[in-house]
């Protein structure tokens, strides 16, 4: 689960630099492009939401607290 929510977090910015590449060409003198502007926006929310939503809907599983007992017996096998 922790790989596609990276993986969703990456679209999402690579969504976000499709808008931006469509802005950015008034930089260059030319029309801004409103078809990437929007479907980079359009998708990188949509791929930023579902990322932050399944994080917190498995949080629980990213988030293990150990007991002293463990932590001790972690320590032992890396000595």
Known sequence: MRLFITTLSMFSVISFGYALAGYGGTLFGR?????????????????????????????????????EDEIKKQEQDLN
């Open 31 to 67: 029309e801004a492009r409103l078809d990437y502007i929007i479907f980079g926006l359009l998708l990188g929310f949509a791929f930023a939401g579902s990322a932050l939503w399944l994080w917190y809907k498995h949080r629980a599983d990213f988030f293990i607290e150990l007991d």
